[in-house]
């Protein structure tokens, strides 16, 4: 069953620390008014910040996509982090928990991943990179194994 | 004293109570603001030669790697300048969140809340109340 959600997308920029702050707060407000239980948004919300902070960080700064979406009765929120920075090499690798080019822990991307119920990454050396990340309010397996 | 700089989120209260700092975050820190809190718990340290250190997160609504990793390094750093640290009033579910990012902290103490924090410190601090009271 494809994922369709109303065309009311928001785009925030993620170019400095407090562009971080002010797209956890918006992701918060998002997610409990689309019905989100405290735990789900906190989970969601610290995804979101580990990968905002990944765009600002390896990719040298871009924009989150906030999406609401629906699936059977189903609510959910799509969140798109884009940046036109390098690019990851070895996707793998970067998914691996504890690896890091940097100073980091290398928690960011592998415990993200966990913290959601679908999670995408697109990219490539030099093309930038997109993640993308959806979570829903009510887990619902079977729609998950993708018929 | 509560003027930010232009372009900086405003600083972190610390507080002296007899040989403990009590830090207390409130709200959505920015990156910058918990980094200057790392210097400025430090100092206040050095300056006042505390021997412990308490901070409430129970404010807090988000800890993610960055946060966690600050915290983990001011009880660092705050042990290497002979102090403990003790991190009180975690929500429940930053705690779960925190499981599931693979972030555990391993190195933190912890307590529910300001007041058993300072009990804490108080008890681990065995060595000048020895002296004091046994002259062992
Ligand atoms: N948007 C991005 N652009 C380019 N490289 C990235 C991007 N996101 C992640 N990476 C690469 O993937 C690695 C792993 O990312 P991850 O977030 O897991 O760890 P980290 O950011 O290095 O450390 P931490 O997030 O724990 O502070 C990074 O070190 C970086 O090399
Ligand atoms: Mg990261």
């Known amino acids: 069953m494809p ?11 993620v170019g400095s620390d407090a562009d971080l702050a ?14 989100f239980g405290l735990v789900q948004q906190t989970k969601l919300v610290t995804a ?14 871009g924009h989150v996509e906030i999406t609401p979406v629906t699936r059977d009765t189903t609510r959910g929120l799509r969140l798109s982090f884009v940046d036109s920075g390098p690019g990851i090499r070895d996707v793998e690798l970067a998914l691996t928990d504890g690896h890091t080019s940097g100073g980091g822990l290398g928690l960011g991307l592998s415990g993200a991943r966990r913290l959601v119920h ?27 194994s993708g018929e | 004293m509560t003027s930010p700089h232009p372009g900086h989120a405003a600083a972190v209260p610390v507080l002296a109570l007899g040989e403990t700092l009590l830090v207390t975050l409130q709200g959505d820190l920015h990156d910058r ?26 404010g807090v609504d988000v800890v993610d790697s960055f946060l966690g990793r600050v915290l983990a390094e001011i009880a660092e750093s705050a042990r290497l ?31 529910l809340d300001v007041e058993q924090g300072m009990e804490l410190l108080t008890r681990s601090r065995p060595a000048a109340a020895d002296r004091r009271g046994r002259g062992t």
């Open chain 1, 48 to 61: 979101a910040s580990e990968l905002a902070r990944n765009t600002l960080v390896h990719g040298g700064g």
């Open chain 2, 81 to 111: 300048l002979a102090a403990h640290t003790v991190v009180v009033g975690m929500r429940p579910a930053v705690a779960i969140t925190l499981v599931e990012l693979g972030l555990t902290l391993p190195g933190l103490t912890t307590a």
């Open chain 1, 118 to 144: 679908e999670f995408e990454l697109d990219t490539g050396p030099g093309r930038g990179t997109t993640v993308t990340v959806v979570a829903w309010t009510a887990d619902v397996p079977a729609a998950r």
């Open chain 2, 33 to 58: 603001t918990a980094e200057q809190l790392q210097q400025d718990v430090t100092h206040r340290i050095v300056r006042s030669g505390a021997a412990g250190v308490v901070i409430d997160i129970s």
């Open chain 1, 22 to 35: 002010w797209v956890r707060q918006r992701i918060r407000q998002t997610a409990a008014g689309l019905g």
């Open chain 1, 3 to 13: 994922v369709s959600g109303p065309p009311v997308a928001t785009s925030l920029p």
